[in-house]
Structure formats: structure tokens, C-alpha cells
């Protein structure tokens, strides 16, 4: 079964919005796990290719590494579910790298092509140093990687 098909988000996304609180209990996690990549969900609301993080769902990286991360698929639709019976929308995933740029890994690449769609925010995080952050989607097979607006705001 191909899951991601039916958790897809129904809109293109060209732009998060970030709550300044969603960001830092993101940063917790990553600090949290840190080296180990932070994974999660984020979840929000969708209109007009603009999304609205409202709330995150931390996942477990079951493979314990500090450059690369995946979950188990039955956490990750369990959030996308609850999610949609509070009214929120799935707007893709967030993971940390322990080092300095948000800029995606070769594997990161490879499931993004299995998920398009899907916003993936990429935190940077070296204790010390300042946060860096990312969002990218990948559209379709055939189409590159995209940068897509990301923004951390004081208001909801
Ligand atoms: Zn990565």
C-alpha cells in the first residue's frame, strides 16, 4: 500500500508560517536528541498554498543516527489522523542535522521523491551556535527540488 498517496497534502505549498513558539518546542526536541537527528510531524492549516503550523508531533528516529533519521510509518499516520479529526491539515515533516547548513542529505532527497508534496523543514543545529533552518517539496519525479518560504513569527 502506498501510503503517502492518500496523506499527501491536497494543496501545493509555497510558504510556511511558523509560529515562534511551534519553532522553539522544535528546537527543544532537536536539542533534546542531539547528535542524534529529531524527527517529527507538522501539522497545520492549508489555504492557498500558504500553510500554517499549528502543531508538531515529535516521532522516535528508529535508526539512532547523527546523519540520517526515519520513523515508523504507524506513528507517523497515527499523528496525521489525529490531526485531521482536530481540523488540522498534514504539512510534511521536520528533521535536524548537527551541522551548520539546512540543506538536504542525498537520502533526504531519495524520500522526498516519495513523498511530493510534502513540505520537509530541515533544522541546523550546532550547540553554540545559531539554529538554521529550511523548507523544501519536491513536486513530481520529474521535477527538481524546490525552495519553499519559511518564516518564524511571534503571532499565531
Ligand atoms: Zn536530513
Known sequence: M??????QPFERIYEVIMPKAIFEEILEHVKREYPTEACGVLLGLISEGRSTVKKIV????VLSSDSAFWFELR???K??????KEGLDYI???HSHGREHPLPSLSDRHRMLECP???WVIVAYIPG???ALAAYRVDDYSSGLARV???VTQDY
Open 117 to 119: 508534496g510534502e513540505v
Open 58 to 61: 515529535p516521532l522516535r528516529n
Open 79 to 84: 499523528a496525521i489522523i489525529d490531526a485531521k
Open 2 to 7: 502506498d501510503i503517502s498517496v492518500s496523506v
Open 75 to 77: 506513528d507517523w499516520m
Open 92 to 94: 510534511g515533516i521536520y
Open 129 to 131: 551556535k545559531e539554529p
Open 149 to 151: 518560504y519559511l518564516t
